[in-house]
């Protein structure tokens, strides 16, 4: 195939876009945040189990001070209306039955009121807790969503970039003949798909040509399209390329 030496040269600009190209559509496709919001989803999962765990812990403990309390006062008003009937008694076995009846409440309202104070102290170790958990959890989110923000950020300006890249890349891709194009498009394929001899080397995959290589070249006139025995890439000489 034959083709001028600028428009081989235009080669190497689209050479050049569809690499930016490249770079660009990785960069949308993977923003250095995504592994680390990843790692946050699944770290946010753990934390919020265990504070679902941690809250249901209060919860129970909650339920059972509730109940403890109930039955402080049932001990309580028991203990009230015996002590009234006491007072109002006069037969002495049934004195001595309120009063070994009061002397069982008493004891059964001390037991109940340690039950309760420590039941109040283990509620208050869980809901701080539960507070230490909840402000990881809250962390973990704060993080994630700052993260996520610079990720839509990247995103964005990785997609304006490549619609930028595709105009400027059509408008090249129009200057170049059809059958040239095609050639490069079908390299690019399989290499990068056009470059730069220089010094003796392809600068697309940076091999230096052997002399029996660069004798074939030096034959060819400069309108003959060459390509890198070893890549591919079509060979763009210029007065670099040490020929």
């Known amino acids: 195939m034959n083709a001028t030496p600028a428009e081989q040269l235009r080669l190497l600009e689209l050479a050049d876009l569809d690499t930016r190209l490249r770079q660009a559509e990785h960069a949308r496709a993977n923003p250095p945040q995504a592994a680390r919001v990843k790692a946050l989803i699944e770290q946010r999962q753990e934390l919020s189990r265990e504070l679902s765990n941690r ?28 002590t009234a009937l006491l007072q109002t008694v006069s037969n002495p076995k049934d004195a001595a039955g309120l009063e070994h009846e009061l002397d069982s409440l008493r004891r059964r309202q001390r037991e109940l009121e340690d039950s309760e104070l420590e039941i109040m102290e283990r509620l208050e170790t869980a ?41 400027d890349r059509a408008a090249v891709a129009a200057s170049v003949p059809a059958a040239l194009l095609s050639m490069y498009d079908a390299a690019a394929s399989r290499s990068s798909g056009a470059a730069l001899l220089r010094a003796r080397t392809c600068t697309g995959c940076n091999m230096m040509l052997s ?21 591919g890439s079509i060979l763009v000489r210029t007065g670099e390329s040490g020929l």
Do not use: F, Y
């Open 127 to 167: 809901e701080q807790a539960v507070a230490d958990q909840a402000r990881l959890v809250a962390e973990a989110n704060e993080e994630g969503a700052r993260l996520s923000g610079e990720a839509k950020a990247l995103v964005a300006e990785a997609t304006a970039r490549i619609a930028e890249l595709q105009r």
């Open 211 to 231: 002399g029996t290589d660069l004798n074939s070249l030096r034959q060819l006139p400069d309108e003959a399209v060459a390509t890198c025995p070893e890549c």
């Open 55 to 82: 809250q249901g812990a209060v919860e129970e403990m909650q339920a059972e001070l509730g109940r403890i309390e109930s039955d402080v006062k049932v001990v309580r008003a028991r203990q009230d209306r015996d």
